[in-house]
């Protein structure tokens, strides 16, 4: 949690997108909780994200047994389906950064 919290401020980010959870043979990885941690050490140094959409992994976890924050968790399924498949290019200049690569 503390490495993705540091990410998180190197790039004050308004959205973090993940999944509740993933499995690894029979062990449940609690992603979420990893990013609720770090949104919370991140929020403590003045790093606050507006939204985490999260994927709901129904083979992992439920959205049940999901830790959940109102006004600021978002679950994908909820919110994707309702746009088109499709879209407009956003044109953006080739110095606008895009994405951050660790």
């Known amino acids: 949690a503390e490495s993705l919290a540091q990410r998180i401020?190197?790039?004050k980010p308004k959205v973090v997108l993940t999944s509740?959870?993933?499995?690894?043979?029979?062990?449940v990885i609690g992603l979420k909780d990893i990013v609720d941690a770090s949104l919370v050490e991140s929020a403590k140094n003045g790093v606050s994200v507006?939204?985490?959409l999260t994927y709901e992994n129904k083979?992992?976890?439920?959205?049940?047994?999901?830790n959940w924050r109102?006004?600021?968790d978002i679950?994908?399924?909820?919110?994707?389906?309702?746009?088109?498949?499709?879209c407009d290019v956003e044109w953006?200049?080739?110095e606008d950064p895009l994405f951050l690569l660790y």
Not at 20 to 27: D, E, F, I, L
Not at 59 to 66: C, I, Q
Not at 75 to 86: G, I, L, N, S
């Open 92 to 94: 953006v200049d080739s």
């Open 9 to 11: 401020m190197d790039c």
């Open 70 to 72: 109102e006004g600021r």
């Open 75 to 86: 679950w994908w399924q909820d919110v994707v389906p309702k746009y088109p498949a499709t």
């Open 50 to 52: 507006d939204v985490c």
């Open 20 to 27: 509740n959870a993933v499995r690894r043979g029979a062990k």
């Open 59 to 66: 083979l992992a976890l439920t959205r049940e047994s999901t």
